[in-house]
């Protein structure tokens, strides 16, 4: 296997659990619109830009309607969001991370963000753990939604780190596919049921040591894709 020598993070549902917030603005704007969907429906939109789960949703919903329309939606819906994100403390952020964190510093691992968010920057910063990442790739700079690996891809490149020397963090089924097709070590954090495509799955972060992960990529036939 090849060193690794960064490892690049997703945003929601691996550092914090931001999906119940963007769940309950998207119901919200859904049942202004006189419909509702369901927590397993609201899987599908996870890792999946704002202005594409909102077309998901309309057309759970049966509902259409123009691009200007739809931008206003959006806008509306990240209002909500945001009030919600914006009480949020760094108790929140999920169990392990910041340790692991701390290993990856002390180790000189480079650490990188690779999120779908364009509230990227203000969560990191609110929760109080911006410093950790030397590069953030989020969706204010990306043109192309997982799982294309445009977003990873790019925050190798400004870690100056060849992607087969990266691990990439993720809790969407369409983010592990944008790592392996990146070239990139895909560690999925959830249920190995939705991730099992990744090298490798963890529940959560606690306790996770580096050179633990390190041994166990080891034994994979390294990049799948
Ligand atoms: P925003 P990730 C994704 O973040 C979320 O999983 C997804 O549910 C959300 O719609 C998307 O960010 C856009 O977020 O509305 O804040 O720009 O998982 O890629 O970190
Ligand atoms: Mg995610």
Redesign the pocket.
């Known amino acids: 296997m090849k060193k690794i020598s960064a490892c690049i993070f ?5 550092i914090v659990d ?2 119940k917030y ?1 769940f309950k603005a998207w119901r919200r704007l859904a049942n202004e619109l006189g419909f509702d969907f369901t927590e397993k429906e609201n899987e599908k ?6 202005i594409d ?1 909102l077309k998901l949703i309309l057309k759970w919903g049966g509902v259409k309607m123009d691009e200007a329309s739809m931008q206003t939606l ?1 806008a509306k ?2 209002e909500w ?1 945001v009030e919600d994100v914006g009480k949020m403390t760094s108790d929140e952020i999920m169990i392990g991370v910041v340790d692991f964190l701390d290993e990856l510093q002390a180790k000189k691992i480079k650490i990188g963000l ?7 920057v203000p969560i990191l910063t609110q929760l109080e753990i911006k410093h950790y990442f030397e590069v953030i790739m ?2 204010t700079n990306v043109t192309k939604g ?1 799982p294309d690996p445009e977003v990873f891809l790019k925050g190798a490149e400004r870690l100056k780190i060849d992607p087969s020397n990266c691990i990439v963090f993720e ?2 089924s369409k ?1 592990v596919d944008a790592a392996l097709k990146g070239g990139m070590y895909a560690v999925g954090v959830g249920k190995e049921a939705d991730l099992g495509h990744a090298h490798h799955v963890i529940p959560d972060f606690k306790d996770l040591k580096f050179d633990a992960l390190e041994s166990i990529l080891s034994t994979k036939e390294g990049i799948k894709q």
Request: proline letters at 0%.
């Open positions: 997703d945003l929601d549902g691996v931001t999906a963007h939109l996870k890792g999946v830009g704002r789960s959006a819906k990240n969001y690779g999120s779908a968010s364009k509230n990227a989020d969706g997982k809790d969407a983010g």
